[in-house]
């Protein structure tokens, strides 16, 4: 569902941090792809679709109040507020679909898992209240096909763009690939290059980190789907 | 000079305003392409290099006050304001020089002119003041030449990205080729087709037509340089 068409996760909160949070993206935008930002108060993503309302046109939402789940909803139409701003950002499937276009197996999506995430050592660059590690995907390649998944996801900087680190976990401060932080455990094949890529939870660990009254994200897996082409240049319809 | 860098338009406007226009760049991220936004108050632009002051690194600065061209400057210390935040946005020098390694002849280059810009009548999308039409650039090419241009340019986002036209000029709102609104008027070349990207005088007309108090740019032509390479995928140090 949604092949073919931009998916982006969803933070909401209040004005008074917006732009703090729009810094702290434009200065991490591998991790915090911004896709759209809603007028304050204003439900409704103009820029991203005819009729997109993110009080509900999200499957499932996550509460947090002093930077603590405090629940899981299917609406939030009676929680909004004249003060939040919403934003969306850009997620890995844009470029998973490109490398599937090109013949690239992944494991997560063959098997039905949830793609493997770790934190790293990696600090990102702080705005205001806004900070922490960079998290990462992982996604195993052949020696020689690591350039090609580079170079493809390179083209969507929509979606976290080209990799941050192909290697030796250890070196950005993963122990162990088989426990991720995140996701599911990946199998160990012989003969494979892990390749890492900026990922949505860190943003959604920078919201967490700042410890606001109340922040509104997707629930993991249960992102907003746009009118967007993922082909799209620019986010806007 | 600067080739190799990433060079940057400048705008700095009070806070009261820099959400509404971050919007509006996020919104219109071809014209539009942020690369750096400071902290409030801080005269450096930490993520763009190690030592820049916005207050004197710039070569000439604009001031207007309500829409309206007040001086010019070559030092804005004694105007600096706490509340002052400044936008760094990308500009058309990084996707010309990828297409001058490619072997393209570009007229204003090779004749030391200034590339031709022109009003269109393509809205932009608004954002609190912030709107206006799409001002675009304009190279021509041969019609065999134009995707090879296109994809070329399509890699920068942060520099305009692909072109937002290439045909008949009166499509988008423009009378006549020779009579440009800014720059110089180009030569009439056989057998070429127009091509049309969008430009940084777009966001610097949405200011001025916001008519805010005070804001400050950098004067056409006097570049921000950062210590980006502008190869880089995102613009950061």
Known sequence: MGAGFLQANLAILPVEHALDFMRYCQRNAKPCPIVGVSETGDPMLSTLGSDIDVRTDVPAYNIYRDGVLDSSVNDISDLWREDFVTFAIGCSFTFEHALGRAGFKLWHVLENKVVPMYRTNIATRDAGPFGGDLVV????????????????????????????????????????????DWGDAPPDIENTIPVFWACGVTPQNAILRAKLPLTITHKPGHMLLTDVDEQAEIPVI
Request: proline fraction near 11%; aromatic fraction near 6%; hydrophobic fraction near 35%.
């Open 137 to 180: 995907t992982m996604r195993a390649f052949h020696p020689d096909k690591v350039d090609e998944a580079r170079s493809i996801s390179r083209r969507y900087p929509l979606a976290h763009g080209g990799p941050v680190f192909a290697g030796d976990p250890q070196e950005i401060g993963i122990a162990d690939l088989g426990t991720p």
